[in-house]
């Protein structure tokens, strides 16, 4: 089951990376034995896999929950470790048998149709035998992959030339050219958890490793497709189903992994969720052209010219160009990218300072299981008042993603109590104003770090509320010298599963329309500038 609010935690663990860091970075599996030597009696070139069924695998959330479940509800069911999203088991390393292990190597180095008509395998075209002389000239195509484990959020490796990927072995093999490659005594294996929560270590274990290593001819397994195009290993799993992580930890990043390939990448997927295929076809088929392939299920050998195992994460829902692909994607470049997906028209919030008859629009976004406005009304009115016209969004776990951006896009302030429901500014025009309520509990740096510091990478405007302590609806449950109130810090060293347990999931808020009604007026005052 998804919680919000896994994510702060996971966040605040991300502040004393270091020593989660080493944590998380697990010895890597023992090297695997020969290399998984598939039937090679016949090269057979398929077409892509067929777009995933619903029926493939089981999607972490219960269908019978979707059409009621909203994302807070979703997001609130539960919190505990044990009853985190359902990971599917991995599936076992094909089984090789002895005869296949041994077959001569003459079989493997027989020019075949899959030689691509592109360059991608230039050492095939060589003479197999590296000299001295040729020794110097081999060097070249002998592309190691190139690997980072240096985040706290992620690994990567980065791998070029002739590589072969089978998933259901999660094998990746970057060919070289030289022969009886010892690539044991030449250590150079790697092992990829390609999902981007390093630092959360029980979660991250859930995960398959993906084994890359260099290795001769005589040691991979010969191809049964072969791209022109690059490939992409990723997981989905982890927190995603909550709207928030569904972007920070897999869309965000990929579009930062992918985006310099300008669609000509496949993605390979593990742990794949259809249900997350499904609600993010859209953006998936904006960066990729190809079909996704199950991963873990796949039992053919794909052969790209280039593949990234992994997927980089700069900071939650941003992209800082310093760290991207050729230094030339932004944050701002990923909202563009998504309103593109969407056909989301409006690049500008309204300008109130150019005299304009029309309304600012102010979407209010609605909870309903915890942290909601207990006097919508009353809000509604005071917004009213104010000139606004205000559309209530209560977006749901099955909302069309591409619909409720539409509304999003449509308005030029959006405000709501902190939560994945504020995930939704990517979809906002420039210059509109993201209005945060922040609820009791010490919540003010997470808020800042998940919304506020995106916020502002996007163009748009930000104002933060904090609620006074009247306005919790925690004061229905607690008497005022509680500890909840005097010491939320307190609290919160207790664990997160304490605080969240009460802050998060106990709490309403009850909005004083006199105290907050200034806020409102700063953000009139924004769409004036
Ligand atoms: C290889 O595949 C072919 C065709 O699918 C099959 O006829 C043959 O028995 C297989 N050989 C082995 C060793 O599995
Ligand atoms: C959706 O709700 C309707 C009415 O409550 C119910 O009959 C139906 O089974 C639900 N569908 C799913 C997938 O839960
Ligand atoms: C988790 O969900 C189960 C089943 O819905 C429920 O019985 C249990 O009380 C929940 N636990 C928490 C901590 O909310
Ligand atoms: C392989 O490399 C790792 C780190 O890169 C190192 O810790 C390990 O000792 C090496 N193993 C061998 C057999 O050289
Ligand atoms: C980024 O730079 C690469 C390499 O110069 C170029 O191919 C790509 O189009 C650029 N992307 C953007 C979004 O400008
Ligand atoms: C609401 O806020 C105003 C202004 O801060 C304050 O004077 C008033 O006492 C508050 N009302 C309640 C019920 O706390």
């Known amino acids: 089951m998804f919680v919000l609010d896994v994510f702060l935690v996971m966040e605040r663990v991300s502040f004393s990376f270091p020593e989660d860091d080493k944590a998380a970075r697990e010895p890597s599996m023992p090297v695997a034995l020969p290399a ?78 899959q030689v691509p008509q592109n360059d991608f395998i230039p050492e095939q075209v060589e003479p197999s035998v590296p000299t001295p002389q040729k020794q110097e000239q081999f060097e070249k195509f002998l592309k190691k992959p190139s690997c980072d484990f240096s985040d706290f959020q992620f690994d990567l490796c980065d791998v070029e030339g002739d590589v072969r990927v089978h998933g259901r072995s999660s094998s990746v093999f970057s060919v070289t050219s030289l022969e009886n490659y010892n690539y044991e005594a030449n250590n150079e294996t790697w092992s990829v958890r390609p999902h981007p929560r390093k630092y959360a270590v029980e979660l991250m274990a859930k995960f398959r490793e993906v084994k890359i290593k260099v290795a001769d001819y005589a040691q991979v397994p010969k191809c049964d497709v072969i791209h022109n195009s690059a490939a992409i290993i990723f997981a989905t799993g982890g927190l995603n189903g909550n709207y928030f992580h569904d972007f920070s930890d897999v869309l965000v990043p990929l579009f930062i992994t992918s985006y310099q390939f300008k669609g000509e990448v496949q993605f390979l997927i593990s742990n794949m969720q259809v249900w997350f295929i499904l609600k993010y076809m859209g953006i998936l088929r904006k960066l990729s052209n190809y079909e996704v392939i199950d991963y873990d299920k796949e039992g053919q050998v794909h052969c790209y010219p280039h593949v990234i195992v992994g997927i980089s994460k700069h900071k939650d829902l941003c992209v800082e160009p310093s760290r991207a692909p050729n230094h030339n994607i932004s944050t701002v470049e990923f909202c563009n990218f998504a309103k593109m997906v969407y056909s989301l028209e409006r690049n500008a919030a309204i300008n109130l300072g150019e005299g304009s008859a029309k309304k600012p629009r102010l979407l209010l976004i609605a909870r309903t299981q915890s942290r909601a406005f207990m006097n919508t009304e009353e809000i509604v009115q005071l917004i009213e008042a104010l000139g606004f016209e205000v559309v209530i969004g209560d977006a749901r776990f099955s909302t069309d993603v591409g619909e409720f951006a539409r509304l999003v896009n449509s308005v030029d302030v959006m405000m709501g109590v902190h939560g994945a429901g504020l995930t939704n500014i990517v979809f906002l025009p420039t210059n509109a104003v993201l209005i945060q309520i922040v609820p009791l509990g010490d919540y003010e740096t997470v808020s800042e770090y998940d919304y506020r510091e995106p916020a502002v990478d996007m163009g748009l405007k930000y104002l ?23 010491d939320p810090e307190s609290i919160q060293r207790q664990g997160w599963r304490t605080a969240d347990g009460i802050y998060l999931r106990k709490q309403n808020v009850r909005l004083n329309i006199t105290r907050f009604r200034p806020i409102l007026e700063s953000a009139l005052d924004l769409l004036r500038q």
């Open 36 to 113: 998984p030597v598939l039937n090679q009696s016949k090269p057979s070139i398929q077409t892509q896999p067929e777009a995933p069924a619903q029926d493939q695998h089981v999607p972490s959330i219960p269908n019978t929950q979707e059409n009621k479940t909203t994302v807070e509800e979703f997001e609130h069911f539960n919190r505990t470790t044990e009853e985190r999203p359902v990971i599917q088991e991995v599936v076992p390393p094909i089984s090789v048998s002895k005869e296949e292990e041994v077959k001569p190597i003459q079989e493997q180095f027989q020019p075949s149709v």
């Open 464 to 486: 933060q509320y904090r609620i006074s302590e009247v306005e919790s609806t925690l004061t229905d449950l607690y008497p005022r010298d509680h500890v909840v109130f005097r």
